[in-house]
């Protein structure tokens, strides 16, 4: 009736199986509220637990759509559990998924603190899947998928149905197509604002920065984003990425640093200092999500020590948070 599934990379998925029932013994295909307590207890015992990455349940939570965007195909008044609702604010799931309602419906990702009265925490997704060959075909028609075959020596494409792909064809360097404003060489270059010049790499105060010490990362050749950076250049770049991080402690800040390339010929890493009293990394992180949200932007967090080049193409932003 209820369980925690922990993979062998630490994801941790919590279920709890069938409708809620109020009388006890319950039939097989019923959870009461001692399995709920139980599913708890096995996991908040734990003094380090801040979260299951996923919970399946059969209902929905009750009134999940406070707050949020409400559904509209389903009866609001005898749909979800409180039970099932005071599981998931217990557990803290990052995705949620419920299906015995047989609607799709997707609520806006909440929080699971309170705001300013306590620490940030990551953002809940809760999700409902509609019934398998719906008329309506919601959510129900998978999307065509690639992935690349990094055993294949020629690094075809193949799309989810095996085909093979065209052969990747190695990238053209792009060339400036008019004035650059960020190539060192350019006479377009303000150079009153560099601050330091290296080998491969140079860093300037931002014209109408945001405060006062905001600065750029630049490489000096014409490079679009950071994907598209050779070997040296990108270790160069973090070398400066640690003098910055070391410079901003000295005056009790911390940076995020954004790449800006969409629309853009050069690459420009923007540097921008925040107080290390004023916020915490989880509260610029919550900052961003929650921002995104509102414009509908979808942020994919990628892992540490990722190669941005395996999960990341040009005309991206790529955000980076310093501890």
């Not at 996923?54 to 039970?83: A, F, H, M, R």
Request: charged share 20%.
């Amino acid at each position: 009736r209820r369980g925690v599934f922990t993979g062998a990379s630490g994801l941790q998925i919590a279920y709890l199986s069938g409708i809620e029932s109020s009388s006890d013994p319950a039939p097989a295909y019923c959870f009461t509220a001692k399995d709920i307590t139980s599913l708890k207890m096995s996991l908040l015992s734990n003094s380090k637990f801040k979260g299951v990455d996923i919970l399946l349940t059969s209902p929905w939570p009750k009134d999940v759509w406070n707050y949020g965007n409400p559904p509209t195909d389903v009866d609001l008044k005898i749909c979800g559990s409180e039970q099932v609702a005071s599981l998931a604010a217990s557990l803290k799931p990052r995705y949620h998924f419920s299906a015995l309602h047989g609607a799709n419906y997707e609520r806006l990702p909440y929080r699971n603190h309170v705001v300013l009265q306590e620490s940030a925490q990551h953002v809940s997704r809760f999700i409902a899947l509609a019934s398998v060959g719906n008329p309506g075909k919601k959510k129900d028609v998978p999307a065509q998928q690639f992935f690349f075959d990094l055993k294949q020596s020629q690094g075809k494409k193949r799309n989810s149905d095996g085909r093979g792909g065209q052969a990747k064809q190695p990238r053209k360097h792009p060339q400036p197509t008019g004035p650059c404003w960020f190539c060192l060489a350019s006479p377009e270059v303000e150079k009153h604002l560099v601050v330091s010049i290296g080998e491969h790499c140079y860093i300037a105060l931002a014209k109408g920065g945001l405060m006062s010490d905001h600065i750029l990362i630049l490489p000096i050749g014409h490079y679009q984003a950071m994907v598209d950076l050779s070997t040296e250049v990108v270790e160069e770049c973090e070398k400066y990425k640690a003098s910055l991080k070391k410079f901003y402690k000295s005056k009790e800040k911390r940076y995020v640093m954004f790449e800006r390339n969409y629309r853009s010929q050069h690459l420009q890493l923007q540097v921008v200092p925040l107080p290390l009293s004023c916020c915490t990394t989880e509260d610029i992180k919550e900052s961003f999500i929650v921002q995104a949200q509102e414009q509908n932007i979808e942020l994919l967090e990628i892992p540490q020590h990722t190669d941005i080049k395996q999960v990341c193409g040009l005309n991206v932003l790529t955000v980076y948070l310093e501890h």
